[in-house]
């Protein structure tokens, strides 16, 4: 099984360059995308047969919001944690198949001047909180946009950052927690290397000269590790200030 997830910092956007083109080439099994920035209805497209799709947009316009495109129908897709706080932004988008659940997350934003790093850290441990609850049914597979650059060599500068959003040691600890309670980054049971990244400003010419973080993951529940084939970045996509992450699974 072969699954994309993908920031593409607005759908409407990404679609009069290269998403089509992308889609038809990699042929996911399923595709998840963080920040559509739309709802289904703004997007006049007649998206391939072969996928059905799922939304949860944000009640602010414009703004956030989860998609998931597969070609297996689900049992079931739900919107959100079942938190107040956290459930009017179009975060969380959770599937569920036959023998796991797949949760399309775009993680809250600290902000630059960090105004938002306690609502962060709430958010951490209700997510978390979230996955957990669902493993205790199936085994989980959770992905997308988690705003954080987990250890130092998930970013280009790493001691220039430490107090800035997405490598804070409070964002970092709740990456942490959840490897702490038995999920598996995918990408570095592949990869122990530096200079894999997922995310490149878009000033200076950033992405060229390759100074980026690694924001986008998949994660897995530790019971699928033996099911996992292949974890990787496929930093050539262009089209956002996101590439895709790849999963592969049996």
């Not at 414009?62 to 739900?78: C, E, H, M, N």
């Not at 954080?148 to 001691?159: C, F, G, M, R, Y």
Request: charged share 25%; net charge positive; aromatic share 12%.
């Amino acid at each position: 099984m072969k699954l994309i997830s993908w920031n593409v910092n607005g759908l409407r956007a990404v679609l009069k360059k290269n998403f089509l083109e992308f889609l038809a080439a990699e042929k996911p099994d399923v595709l998840c995308l963080q920040e559509t920035k739309c709802t289904p209805d703004q997007v006049e497209q007649l998206w391939p047969a072969s996928y059905t799709t799922f939304w949860n947009s944000a009640e602010k316009k414009g703004y956030s919001g989860t998609a998931i495109f597969t070609k297996d129908r689900p049992l079931k897709v739900t919107p959100d944690i079942g938190v107040s706080e956290h459930d009017n932004e179009g975060r969380v988008l959770t599937a569920e198949y036959s023998d796991f659940f797949l949760v399309n997350v775009y993680v809250p934003n600290s902000k630059r001047e960090l105004t938002r790093l306690a609502y962060r850290q709430q958010w951490d441990k209700d997510f978390l909180a979230y996955l957990k609850k669902l493993e205790k049914k199936k085994p989980v597979i959770w992905c997308g946009d988690l705003n954080v650059a987990h250890t130092e060599i998930d970013l280009s500068n790493p001691k220039a950052n430490v107090k800035n959003h997405g490598f804070t040691p409070e964002e970092r600890a709740g990456f942490d927690a959840a490897v702490k309670a038995g999920f598996v980054d995918t990408f570095r049971e592949f990869e122990k290397g530096c200079g894999h990244y997922t995310w490149w400003s878009p000033m200076s010419n950033a992405r060229a000269r390759n100074i980026g973080w690694r924001l986008d993951y998949f994660l897995i529940s530790q019971s699928l590790r033996p099911q996992l084939n292949h974890a990787s970045i496929l930093p050539k996509v262009m089209g956002s200030d996101h590439c895709p992450v790849l999963l592969e699974i049996n």
